[in-house]
């Protein structure tokens, strides 16, 4: 009940194409679902997180999309670029639980 | 920008020996998290500090780690034993409120048990 599925494993984009990585849930209790982009050699850096009261949170180019019925959420990003390149985690947490469930992590490759 | 730093970066280690992992968080932060990074897998949640105490720790947290704030500044992680498996990239991270705010990760260290 704790995890957080996410998929693909990996993902090849054009540059200018559309990157999108999905991730589901099990536990309702989960109220926070951040998505944190990784570079080799980094630490997590929070890119954008999106609350369940809102089906949907923009920020430049990177759109969440939030299903609360089917506890699925995905990362869009548009017009991708080779300096997206990197692994990228959805996660979850919620209020009565100070930590987040990663998921398995979507590496993405973005070529010229 | 403030960010939370990590030393070392890297540490090689014999099985059996301790080590300790040592962050500066946030200036202004009030909650610390260790989490794991096996090589090519997921991260995952180690323990969580507030108030100089333990508010939370995962199955893997077992009574060869613990955390201690020595100081106003530093958050560390011990091992006092290292088992082979132990090796992996280790995040520190902090956040001014709980999980549902932001949690700032630092670049990790990267820990090897041979």
């Known amino acids: 009940q704790q995890q957080v599925k996410q998929s693909p494993q990996s993902l090849i984009v054009q540059k200018g194409g559309i990157s999108i990585i999905n991730c589901a849930y099990e536990n309702t209790a989960f109220d926070y679902f951040p998505w944190y982009q990784q570079f080799p050699g980094k630490g997590p850096a929070l890119l954008i997180a999106i609350r369940p009261d809102v089906s949907e949170k923009k920020e430049g180019r990177f759109t969440i999309s939030f299903n609360k019925s089917a506890k699925q959420f995905s990362l869009h990003i548009m017009d991708s670029q080779p300096g997206d390149s990197a692994t990228y985690f959805c996660a979850a947490g919620g209020l009565n639980t100070d930590k987040l469930i990663f998921g398995t992590g979507t590496r993405l490759q973005v070529f010229p | 920008e403030p960010e939370v730093t990590q030393t070392p970066s890297h540490q090689v280690t014999q099985m059996g020996q301790e080590v300790i992992l040592r962050c500066v968080p946030i200036?202004?932060?009030?909650?610390f998290y260790w989490y794991r990074q096996i090589l090519g897998q997921k991260v995952e949640f180690l323990v969580s500090f507030y108030n100089n105490e333990i508010s939370e720790k995962s199955e893997i947290f077992d009574d060869q780690f613990s955390v201690e704030r020595p100081d106003g500044s530093n958050f560390t992680l011990k091992i006092r034993s290292t088992k082979l498996e132990d090796s992996a990239m280790y995040f520190c991270a902090s956040s001014s409120g709980g999980a549902t705010e932001t949690q700032y990760f630092g670049p990790g260290t990267r820990l090897l048990v041979l």
């Open positions: 200036s202004n932060h009030l909650y």
